[in-house]
């Protein structure tokens, strides 16, 4: 072969150079020139924290271990064993009988851009419902993707009557809408009874956000007649971020497996991702990307204590500490964001920025002297509200106590003058 | 709120049905109807198994160790540090100065996805060159956002002439160029010397895939002249699949950042990724997406691993390996399938299919009697060559023992009749 790599050499720009430059040249590319940096031979260091914002949450140990185990390869029996039990958590979580139920390997913005992308086609009218961050995500994620996108815009913390909607879909005829569930940058949990209804009736697939609220408030897939249904791994189900369940039923298989266009991402094209989730029907599963194997380890045992548990128990749960958050919080002078107690997001709670004080200051000095996140708004909601996360595991009258406790002594030490 | 609420199930076309009827769907609606699937009652099951296949590689401990940590939030200081660190672990192990080096919250065809959508817009020339699966997927990846995408092809095995290279960009005037320097799929590994430098000449950006080669063979992104380099977390790093280090330089910034259209994928357009990875000189980082904390833990100790040994000592341990294996394969009667020694991938060695077997079943009876991974070929190397890949952690002669001892093993055992 040295002679056929000469050969190249000698065809290339370099040819035109002497030999022995050409050899002090492959004598330099030789040599490493950039040295091993030195903040390497610091060890890794994560501090304990305890993680009451609105996500990534506290992982519980068990979680924890399970994503530290040895892994297999991505294509091994028991790596299919463990995605199919996976499906079924999701189906459970999601309370559907999809059979097109998988996860993304990615974060809840891989599941956004795997249903629009998936089930639009360019130049389709989509119908997004903005009160918060993630509808201006999803109408920016279908704007790029060529759609037709008309959106709907309340403030953070207004929410569409069914009659909006309607309107909405009857003036835009979209194939596609899209509403937030749990609007966590708002702290408000959508209604969605009747929707799923109106869709139909408007031939219109229901696309729902549950990133922050799936656990901790009620949904049912089926019973709800939603269409597309996503979550994220590390909300109140508290696994590491990396991984995000989805689900389309059958009309938006129909949809979906019907386009004249392929979508736009080979890597979230569900032609290809439902085959790699045993879900096509196919007799073999085919190579299409390699999956975050320890990252499904944690998901399976994330999903695995939510069925132990009981979806009833743990939506009960998550009511139960918002409601003792609640009271705390009442008792300390604080302000609920969302006034209407029934909207509230159980696994968020949004608080109005207490007057006379900082916003970024009361979180900068929880975070120093109590190892604590909490956060303040996201996207539109950015210097309205505080938020507190108590969720899944975090999800205990404990930890309510120990963030109205931090907030206590914040709004004790960091009140402004009045200079 | 109930009236507001009552009020807006009215306008729902619910309202056409009587109040007891809505009553009872409500408390339908608030049940759960798909019970806990059994199969989560099961413990977690993940065996034991020696991943020399071509990639996931098995682990180290340290590393399991580091994803297994309790996680901090993705927007922490703690966070940025370690994304820094992750950077300049990158920067070395790329043997490159580029500030926009980042890693991908994904796997290497998110790197793949984000190399194209960002660097080339609709309409534009890109050309591929196919030896193996990854050509073929940069080649569908590109013509899914709309490049007009030109195939330079050879059989797995075969590799492209600087020649070859500059006279199909002469032809064709790609904005972007794309080789693989460790096709795991033929177990080839490409020169790159040289191309860098045609590439300039023709106003081209080079992209090159080094997912399976890199720790594993030397590259040097900057001297090279490559503008774009990506890598994969699982392969010679041996730290668990889902992330992926990707880095541009100048010429690619240049191009990315004064497009006339947006990247089709918000997830991946690199104005907010540089921005996440605090590479646009931007006082402030904003939340784009929520990173996998537990996957950069783990990316950053194997990178320190890697920093701590030095390239050199990784790229002379992955050839001296190697040769053993190579030794080995040839005492035990099994062909190389690349003739020509130093084009061989030292990470993944490929040995053309023994005369008188089936692979499957070969690849069945390792698997079944030596817990161990060896892989088939992968797209149009199907059926042409068997895999054994020994990389980073796995790379040691006793490991190629094992591997030699097993396939030997398979050679006296899955012999076809000759009926």
Avoid at 50 to 78: C, D, K, M, Q, T
Avoid at 148 to 162: A, D
Avoid at 260 to 289: E, I, Q
């Amino acid at each position: 072969v040295g002679g056929e790599l000469a050969a190249a050499a000698l065809d290339s720009p370099l040819a035109a150079r002497s030999a022995p430059l050409l050899q002090r040249l492959e004598r330099s590319m030789s040599s490493v020139t950039i040295p091993p940096p030195a903040c390497m031979l610091r060890p890794l260091e994560a501090p304990l924290r305890y993680l009451f914002g609105p996500g990534p949450s506290n992982v519980p140990p068990r979680v924890l271990a399970a994503g530290g185990r040895p892994i297999i390869g991505h294509l091994h029996p028991e790596m299919y064993e463990i995605m199919n039990d996976i499906k079924k958590g999701i189906q459970y979580a999601f309370q559907t009988e999809n059979n097109m139920t998988i996860s993304m390997s990615g974060s809840g913005h891989a599941a956004m851009e795997c249903a629009v992308f998936n089930t639009v086609e360019p130049g389709e009218s989509v119908l997004v419902a903005i009160n918060g961050i993630w509808g201006e995500r999803v109408a920016e994620i279908a704007e790029r993707m060529g759609a037709n996108v008309h959106r709907m815009v309340k403030t953070p913390g207004g929410y569409f009557t069914n009659k909006e909607i309607e309107q909405a879909m009857q003036k835009h005829k979209p194939v596609l809408f899209f509403l937030t569930h749990g609007e966590s940058s708002a702290g408000l949990c959508h209604p969605i009874d009747g929707i799923g209804d109106i869709c139909r009736k408007h031939d219109c697939l229901f696309l729902v956000d549950t990133v922050a609220s799936l656990g901790a408030a009620p949904i049912f897939m089926d019973k709800q007649n939603i269409d597309i249904l996503y979550t994220g791994s590390q909300k109140a189900l508290n696994a590491p971020p990396g991984t995000a369940p989805i689900s389309f039923n059958d009309r938006a298989c129909h949809k979906m497996f019907n386009r004249k266009t392929k979508p736009v991402s080979y890597l979230f094209d569900m032609t290809h991702l439902s085959n790699y989730w045993g879900c096509d029907g196919k007799p073999a599963r085919a190579y299409h990307h390699t999956g975050p194997v320890s990252g499904f380890f944690a998901l399976r045992e994330s999903l695995a204590i939510l069925a132990e548990r009981g979806l009833e128990e743990s939506w009960r749960k998550h009511k139960e500490v918002a409601a003792y958050l609640y009271r705390g919080l009442e008792d300390l002078g604080i302000k609920l964001f969302i006034p209407e107690r029934d909207l509230r997001l159980p696994s968020v709670t949004t608080i109005a920025i207490p007057k006379g004080y900082d916003w970024r200051e009361m979180l900068a000095y929880i975070m120093k002297h109590h190892q604590m996140e909490m956060t303040g708004g996201l996207g539109p909601s950015i210097g309205m509200v505080m938020r507190i996360g108590l969720m899944g595991y975090n999800c205990e009258k404990s930890n309510a106590d120990m963030a109205l406790h931090a907030l206590a002594d914040a709004l004790k030490n960091c009140r402004k003058s009045k200079a």
